[in-house]
């Protein structure tokens, strides 16, 4: 179902239409090797409802092409195939199991005169429906273990089973009129704090650990930024999406600024606190509470690791607690961790709260720059956006036009096809200025209000934004 908004051009009135999912289906060609047997390669199709001979049928289509590109690169199938409506997107996750993303193309519907029908142009280049054929793979391996792993504890069935159950949510989610850059970088924004505070939270971890045996791994995040994390960088990565675009907003409240709290507290000894489990259950005083939490995948490469996932919040603060699979836990262990992390955490969310206050009162009152950023690390995953103003459930809310996204997102392509560092400046129709710097796996993309510029006055106002935001980080000139 298309989504429209009406704009206007040329005194006449255009609708312009949004990219949308046509289908989404996982296969594997060495389930369904024989004549008459091509139904059990088909492991997951959606939408459901589609009759089973058009299923093969389109499952064919993509194994045909996958298997003709592999002719001109055997270790490099196929990633995409344009047409003019549509755009379809191959990934094989693991070994002989595919994942394709069927997109239709955004289109603009221009009415004519005398009556005649109007006249649609397909905008081919407006999609970035890979990077969500690539979020859920991991995102999947984390709640769901490996795709081979499924199968030798449980065989297909298991598999197709765990398969319907995560995709009918997450595809969902699933904002494709909504993805940019970040969508594609995937990567973590994370809260510099002074020295001071981050040996607070570092020292807070340490006594978590030491006192809770059974805690393996701990994360630290604060208003939906990462300050500490145990985890491997790739398993912290998913983790973090999953927590910033799904559990955060399902349990979002108002924001509170130090101590005086207009929640209700809970009152542990002499101190106050003001924790809560966004995982497991919703409030210890319940007699029936059920203390099951949701489980995790990590190491997946290597070894699969299965961990239980709590998930403990006080005012702004949120902090990742991961526990061996194997071992039950208890109301006992629950209320332990509640009252030890809550005053704590309470305490320490505070302490960030004043810093991030004083940190604003630093540099300024806030007023609109002539130009907003955004900085990824491929090394560490570190990303930092002036663009956009904040993440929902299914998006990304960006403060720009989406023409200039979509300029953006050309840079990114063209950054993608070359391994050495470079340097591309684009004028926009709209006197915008975009520029885009990579150097040694770091990437800048800058957007730029000077009507009047010229190149050397772009140059040097890039330059001074890197020597304030960036000063520390050596970009090539």
């Given at each position: 179902m298309f989504c429209s908004s009406p704009r206007m051009a040329s005194g006449m009135q255009e609708k312009q239409y949004t990219p949308s999912l046509l289908s989404f289906f996982i296969y594997n060609p060495k389930f369904g090797p024989r004549e008459g047997e091509e139904e059990k390669k088909i492991l997951f199709y959606h939408p459901s409802e589609v009759e089973k001979n058009e299923k093969i049928r389109n499952v064919g289509l993509c194994e045909a092409i996958v298997q003709f590109t592999r002719t001109f690169c055997p270790r490099k199938p196929a990633k995409s195939l344009h047409t003019q409506k549509n755009r379809q997107f191959f990934l094989e996750p693991e070994e002989n199991f595919w994942m394709v993303m069927v997109v239709r193309n955004p289109m603009i519907e221009k009415p004519n005169k005398d009556g005649?029908?109007?006249?649609?142009?397909?905008?081919?280049e407006d999609v970035f429906g890979r990077s969500q054929l690539c979020c859920p793979c991991p995102y999947l391996q984390i709640f769901n273990s490996t795709f081979n792993r499924a199968v030798e504890t449980g065989g297909v069935e298991l598999l197709i089973q765990k398969l319907e159950k995560f995709f009918y949510r997450y595809l969902q989610t699933i904002h494709l009129q909504s993805c940019d850059l970040l969508d594609v970088f995937g990567g973590i924004s994370f809260l510099p704090l002074d020295k001071m505070t981050y040996l607070k939270i570092q020292s807070f971890v340490n006594k978590v650990e030491e006192n809770l045996s059974l805690v393996k791994y701990t994360a630290f995040l604060y208003n939906d930024q990462l300050i500490w994390s145990g985890l491997e960088q790739d398993d912290m990565r998913i983790l973090y999406k999953y927590l910033t675009t799904s559990l955060f907003p399902r349990h979002s409240e108002p924001e509170l600024a130090g101590r005086d709290s207009p929640l209700r507290p809970e009152v542990m000894g002499n101190l106050l606190h003001y924790g809560r489990f966004l995982t497991g259950p919703a409030t210890l005083k319940d007699p029936d509470a059920k203390f099951r939490f949701p489980k995790i995948f990590v190491n997946t490469e290597d070894r699969s690791e299965e961990l239980h996932l709590i998930v403990y919040k006080a005012m702004s603060a949120a902090v990742c607690f991961m526990i061996n699979a194997s071992v039950e836990l208890t109301r006992e262990f629950c209320e332990q961790m509640d009252a030890l992390v809550g005053p704590q955490l309470t305490l320490l969310a505070s302490d960030i709260c004043e810093q991030y206050n004083i940190n604003r009162r630093i540099s300024g009152p806030e007023k609109e720059p002539q130009f907003k950023f955004i900085y990824f690390n491929h090394m560490n995953l570190a990303e930092k956006s002036t663009?956009?103003?904040?993440?929902?459930?299914?998006?990304?809310?960006?403060?720009?036009?989406?023409?200039?996204?979509?300029?953006?997102?050309?840079?990114?392509?063209?950054?993608?096809?070359?391994?050495?560092?470079?340097?591309?400046?684009?004028?926009?129709?709209?006197?915008?200025?975009?520029?885009?710097?990579?150097?040694?796996?770091?990437?800048?993309?800058?957007?730029?209000?000077?009507k009047n510029a010229n190149l050397i006055e772009v140059n040097d106002e890039v330059k001074r934004l890197c020597s304030t935001q960036f000063n520390n980080i050596f970009f090539l000139d």
């Open positions: 005649k029908p109007p006249t649609v142009e397909y905008q081919e663009i956009h103003m904040r993440k929902t459930a299914g998006a990304s809310l960006s403060s720009v036009h989406p023409d200039l996204m979509k300029i953006l997102g050309d840079i990114n392509c063209d950054f993608a096809r070359v391994d050495e560092d470079e340097e591309i400046i684009v004028k926009a129709m709209t006197d915008y200025w975009v520029v885009g710097k990579k150097s040694d796996q770091r990437e800048l993309y800058v957007i730029l209000n000077q």
